[in-house]
Structure formats: C-alpha cells, structure tokens
C-alpha cells in the first residue's frame, strides 16, 4: 500500500529514481542564482562558499522524502523548508537587472519560490533527458504536474504555479525579457564556486568536470547571462561523456534510503542540515 503522494507508477518516482539527478546540482543551482533575489539570498544565508553540497543535500533530501516517503513524512519535510525560508530575507546590495539596491527579497516571496521550484523541474528533465533517455510531451507534463504537488508541500501558492510546462517556459521568458534574470556579484560568486567548488585536490578535477557538464546543460541564455558559453570542441567532449554513463547501470541511491532504512534516517539528516 502506497500512503505517499505519488503511486509507484508516476512519472516522478521514475525520474527521481536515478542517482544521476544528483548530477544536476550545480546546473540547478546557476539557474537559482540567476535570479537576483534568489542569489542574494543564497550568498546572505547559507555557507555556500566553504560548504556548497551541504545546501545540495538539504535539497535533494527534502525533495526525495516528498517523492517516496508517506504524506506524513513529505508535510513534516515541507514544514522544515517552510520555517528555513522564513527567515531568509534581507536587502540587495547592488543594481541588478530590473532589481534596484535596497530592493528587499524574502525566500518565501513567491516568484523567487517559483523561480526556484522551476529549476528543479527544467533540471530533472534535463539530466534525465541528457543521461537516460527523452522524455515524451506526456511523460514531460506529468512531471511537471507532480513536481507542482512537490511546490505546494514546500509552500510555493498554488495560485502562482503556471497551468503547464508551457506555461513555465512563458513565466521564464517574461523574467529573461523584464531583465529579472540578471547575472550581479552575488550571482558571480555562487558561480565561481560552482565552477571550482572547495574540495579536497584529489576530487577537484573530477568536480570541476561535473560543473562543466552542468553549464553545458544550461538554456543557452542563461549560459549568455554567466558568460560561459563553451566552444564547440568542449561541448562535444562533453556530450561523448554523457553518452558513455547513459550506458552505465545507474545505481538507484537515494530511494534505497527508503527501503533500507525508512525514512527516519532521511528525516534525521534533514534536521541536522537545516
């Protein structure tokens, strides 16, 4: 018996149940960071420079206690998100696009709540779409569709989630062409240590493999924003890489935490991450 939100069947659980989505985490976070109230308050409330998979595996916690945990387990998950992006407010210190300095921003204000939730859908898809296998229009809206129950557990209002993934893809183009997408210093930074993140010397090259693989993955203007379009001969290097773990058997990590271990041991994590 399923008490979850998703039956076992839904196009999210079979998204989500691939370790590589992990691999989308510094895709995902460029695009967050793209929206200047976002970025800001990446940069004002969290120890992204010194410690930036912590803030992932919050993430990336937090959303699969949603996908394969019990309604339970996801409302108590969605109520910790909640009292985190509670105090997540603040001023920008900088023009930037549209956004004047001194324009306050709240975590919980909801474009930059939308703008994030649509992060994580545009990233599921394509790391999905880069490393397994295409996704079809139906196949494509129903994530969208569950990944919108995923929002509203996390506090995003209904009332602000665009109708379709159609609908997204206009709410994204609004931002790019209001000057709401803007690339400033806050931005910059989260970038540079997604680029060359912190780690020991030994996994660095591997690391900064992965952030290349994830500006490769980026909407080509949001790589125009940061400035990091690639060349031609990288881009190719990259997509042969990709190829080469589709072919993988892809272990399924995250879900067996479930499996193994319920989803105390999740929760548990979270609250110390938080």
């Not at 949603?66 to 509670?86: N, P």
């Not at 780690?199 to 080509?220: H, S």
């Not at 924003?225 to 690639?230: A, E, F, K, S, V």
Request: hydrophobic share 50%; charged share 25%.
């Amino acid at each position: 018996m399923n008490d979850g939100y998703f039956p076992a069947d839904s196009v999210i659980r079979r998204v989500g149940n691939r370790s590589v989505l992990m691999l989308g985490g510094p895709r995902a976070l460029l695009l967050q960071a793209a929206h200047p109230l976002v970025a800001a308050g990446i940069v004002d409330h969290s120890q992204f420079a010194a410690e930036p998979w912590k803030r992932l595996a919050r993430t990336m916690t937090a959303l699969y206690t949603i996908v394969f945990g019990t309604r339970d387990e996801a409302d108590r998950v969605g109520a910790i998100v909640q009292a985190v992006h509670a105090s997540v407010r603040g001023r920008l210190r900088e023009d930037v696009g549209a956004f004047d300095a001194g324009t306050p921003y709240a975590a919980d204000d909801p474009e930059p709540m939308l703008w994030v939730h649509g992060t994580l859908v545009d990233t599921g898809i394509a790391m999905h779409e880069a490393y397994i296998g295409p996704l079809d229009r139906r196949e494509r809206e129903a994530f969208y569709r569950e990944m919108s129950v995923v929002a509203r557990v996390f506090g995003v209002p209904a009332s602000v989630l665009p109708r379709t993934l159609v609908d997204f893809a206009e709410f994204r183009r609004a931002l790019l062409a209001e000057d709401r997408l803007a690339v400033g210093a806050d931005a910059r930074a989260v970038a540079a240590t997604v680029l060359d993140p912190p780690a020991p010397l030994p996994l660095r090259p591997g690391l900064r493999a992965l952030a290349l693989a994830g500006v490769a993955l980026l909407p080509e203007d949001l790589q125009e924003l940061y400035g990091l379009r690639l060349d031609p001969a990288r881009r190719a290097m990259l997509a042969a890489g990709r190829g080469s773990l589709r072919r993988l058997a892809l272990p399924r990590v995250l879900p067996g935490v479930w499996s193994r271990h319920g989803s105390g041991l999740p929760l548990r994590l979270l609250d110390a991450l938080s």
